[in-house]
């Protein structure tokens, strides 16, 4: 029994090692085989994520004018991935592996088939010569051959050194034999891959040859179908595990049992049922075949090739199938794996039956005495071995006919696939295209031909083509990637109804698949279906093994849909990911939540932006505004400077700026916006210049931010009306903006009714106009936009104790600015008895009493209150105390960085003037005025200053002209008013340069 089991010790050691050798080859063959049935259509069809960004809206910053509040918004980019099926792929790797195991059996077979009988022999060449012809290599037109030479320069060498082992030297040793045919096969093959004028050669060659290979596959198919049934009867009939006497009945229970499960599956790979049943894999059947073939085939073949060739042979043969079988699931060559399939179930129900009958007519009488009818089973006395092949051929024929020769029509249509594969690999559209087209002859609804004709219209932007294939294609063997492809198509023409049912047949058919769930996920969204939406969501999630794109999905979901509460109570659960869109989502919660996050920044690993990488770096510059100088900032000059990522610079440079103005940095943060809407238009201009007019209005340049809030407007914005209002009733020109509150309380927009109301009793109050008696809140605008000092009376007549401290507030910060010290005091002095508990109001309470302590120049007083202040004038507040006790280095140090912090406060900028001025350096006091202007040009008092200085250092032209610019953003009253100390001073300088002269 060993013996019979490890057959190969009783050799010589060389053919044992070459055994070996061939075994581990056929065994690596059926590795892979089993490794590319598990993967599929996989293979040639994979899953991309594509992606699309969808913006959402957050405040990044608040404050206060008056009673009214002002926000910065910006959008926060989320990103949403889908699952998109690719386009038919070729194989490339399957066609190597597929030529290299062909190749590797033919030298085999070739060093084999000297050892045979004459007419075996000569049958074997037969089969040998019509392979190579099948391979047509004038199609690769070596050397510019367009003809057959090539095929018979290598007949000529072939044929002749076969023949010459096969008749003259039959001695020489096969591993002879096998270098001789390896040299010719390799010679041969890379002569036409080297030299050929296509560019896929290996291709062409197995795509025409597999008409030839999967005829011989189909036939040890057949031959070694009996494998099964005749080792169930070595089972029952040795001896050496059962001594019954009731073989014939143990064999005939169990042969039924096995033909039975082969019928259902005939009639299930049939379609003629559907049951829910445990269907016989034919794949998985054959591997068991032709494992045990190893066994069985030596005894049939010891009469025309004894051992160790017959052995070999098999080996050889089997590599053959199971590599052409494993090429077919590896393309994705539907047609031609239900061809092997329905012949490996045909073969073996077939052979099952012929078996059982060769059986029963030549040993029923010794399997009734419980003799060891295995041993002999191949010794016939009445029907010959080689007539239960006649039989199952005949039920196999009728198996065939039964189903009109579908399998024959199925391997047609793969044979014509495999070729449009070939050109479709060569970029030969239209050849390709016919012959896919070819094999719909053959059988019309085969998956690979219509997916592949689907993709060709799609290259040619063909959708109702495309969508007409790709229907045909999921009736019959569908995939995943079919309904996924197909929904996409409807979705991009607008057929949402269409894209939806789909997908919900495609999940129906595919409970499995997160990526088809995912889909439906996002289109449910869509329609705000949210419940629905949500439950697909967590199915995919659960189903999938490529969770980032759902979770990021879900991310996206939750900061669409839910309030900020439920957000903060599920952003704790999202836990922190090295996958880009996920993280950008995840910040888009920070964003929305004002929460700085606390993960450590991934590293853009190139300058080519993605999507998925834009808006992680953008939505990250927003998170961390507050950080200076960081990597992401440099990262992204680095990107912005490339043309390719032009698409995303835009939004960037927004980002960039945002975070130069949130880190005093705010002239270099409002340049970078006002540079970059230079280049945008519709909505990304409307929001690119509210946020600068808002940042204007911040820093209390209201004339720059009237222009803004207008380019707004313009550009499509309507709400920024309420914020030209504002801005101009800041500059003091309260004509226009009555005019136009009056006109937003006529609007039919709801958004305008309220706080136009407000205002335009406000400024038609303001305008020397009667009005109806103020409400308190009006009184509180009122005081606050009017900058006068005259308004006690409006501030006592307020009745609500909050708003009548507002009120005192900027009456006190009026008094400030008129420089009238005393009376602001009394109005922070009457604010002690209102207990005042906002906390807003009582940092402008600390800074205005700041302020007042500055005015009255109490350097000792000022540097004790802002030790432990938080002014944002306190570099100021240090300039000016280091210039007045005589530090000059410290103040020029602390003014320049004033000035870079509140680079609008005209205050801060003709201090330092005066500064330089006091150091006897007008040039520089020159370059300070000069740059302030650059970045407000509307500033009227630096205007002014500018004017003198320019006289003082002789520059008449540039004075005259900063008066041109004094007369355009001047009242004519405040105008008339400065223009006689420009005179005087200008004659004072012309009389000097006349002394001079």
Known sequence: MKQDLFFWNRWLPLYRRLYISIFVLFGISIIIYLIQKVIGSDAV???????????????????????????????????????????????????????????????????????????????????????FTSFQFDILQVWGFPNFTILIAFLIVLLPVSYYFHAFRPDISLPVRLLTFTIVIFFVAFISTKFAAIHNPSMSILSYGT??????????????????????????????????????????????????????????????????????????????????????????????????????????????????????????????????????????????????????????????????????MYQPRIMPFGLSFALAALIMLALLFRVSMLPFNQGVAGYHNYLGDLYFAEKSYVLSESYYKKALLFQQRNHKSNYALATIAKQHNNPEVMAAFLKQAITNKPTPYTYAALSQLYSQEELFFEALFTLKEGTQKFPNSGELFNNLAILYEKTHVL????????????????????????????????????????????????????????????????????????????????????????????????????????????????????????????????????????????????????????????????????????????????????????????????????????????????SLWQALRMSPIPQFRGVSNTMAKVTHTLSGYKTDSLSDAEKVALVYFSHKEDLTPVVSSINDLSFRASALLYLAENHLNANNTSAAESDLQALQSLSVTDSSAKELINELQVKTVWLKKDWNTLAKLIASSHSPRKTFYQAEIAANTGKKSEAEKYYLQAMKELPFDESIVLAAEEFYNRQNNPDRGYEILTTALQINPMAPEIQKAYVLQSLELNLTDYAAQGMEELKRILSPADYQSFAPKYEEKRALIEKKLAEWK
Not at 57 to 75: C, E, L, M, V, Y
Not at 81 to 88: I, P, Q, R
Not at 99 to 123: K, N
Request: proline fraction near 3%.
């Open 211 to 376: 008409r030839i290979l999967a005829i011989v596959s189909v036939l040890f198919i057949f031959i070694t179908a009996h494998e099964i049934p005749s080792h169930l009867l070595l089972l029952i009939t040795n001896t050496g595990i059962t001594t019954s006497r009731n073989s014939v009945f143990h064999f005939t229970v169990i042969t039924l049992f096995y033909v039975g499960n082969l019928i259902v599956s005939y009639l299930y790979n049939s379609g003629l049922i559907d049951w829910n049943f445990l269907y016989i894999n034919g794949f998985y059947l054959l591997i068991v075949t032709l494992i045990l073939g190893i066994w069985g085939f030596r005894k049939r073949v010891d009469s025309w090739l004894s051992d160790p060739y017959g052995t070999m042979l098999y080996a050889a043969l089997g590599i053959i199938t199971v590599s052409s079988i494993g090429y077919a699931i590896a393309t994705g060559n539907d047609p031609m794996v239900d061809m092997y399939e329905d012949t490996i179930i045909y073969s073996h129900l077939a052979m099952g039956i012929a078996f059982y009958m060769y059986v029963l007519i030549n040993f029923r009488g010794p399997m009734t005495q419980g003799l060891p009818v295995h041993k002999i």
């Open 531 to 738: 419940d629905s939406a949500y439950y697909f969501y967590n199915q995919a999630l659960e189903l999938t093994d490529r969770s980032e794109e759902v979770q990021t999905n879900l991310v996206a979901f939750w900061a669409k849909n839910l309030s900020t509460q439920k957000i903060d109570s599920v952003f704790g659960t999202i836990q922190p990911s090295s996958y880009y869109a996920l993280e950008s989502n995840r910040l888009v919660m920070s964003n929305m939540l004002h929460k700085q996050d606390k993960q450590a920044y991934l590293p853009i690993p190139d300058t080519l932006l993605t999507r998925e990488r834009f808006t992680y770096l953008y939505n990250y510059v927003l998170n961390h505004k507050t950080d200076k100088d960081t990597l992401p900032t440099h990262q992204i000059k680095l990107v912005t400077s490339k043309p390719d990522n032009s698409l995303f610079t835009s939004y960037l440079d927004f980002a960039q700026a945002v975070q130069l103005y949130h880190t005093q940095n705010i002239a270099k943060g409002v340049d970078i916006l006002k540079n970059t809407e230079q280049g945008t238009s519709g909505q990304q201009s409307a929001h690119l210049n509210k946020t600068l007019g808002t940042w204007y209005l911040q820093q209390n340049a209201p004339a720059l931010a009237v222009y803004r809030f207008e380019k707004a407007v313009k550009a499509g914005d309507t709400l920024s009306l309420i914020n030209q209002g504002f801005a101009l009733t800041e500059t003091g020109d309260f004509g226009r903006a009555d």
């Open 45 to 131: 069809i994979d899953w991309k994520t594509v992606n699309e960004v969808q913006d959402i809206s957050f405040d990044i910053d608040s404050f206060t004018k008056g009673i009214f509040n002002f926000t910065t918004t910006a959008p926060s980019f989320l990103v949403v991935e889908w699952f998109e099926a690719s386009d038919m792929q070729i194989n490339e790797a399957a066609t190597y592996i597929y030529g290299g195991s062909v190749a590797i059996a033919l030298i085999w077979i070739l060093s084999l088939l000297p050892a045979l009988s004459r007419w075996w022999y000569l049958g074997g060449m037969m089969v040998v010569i019509a392979l």
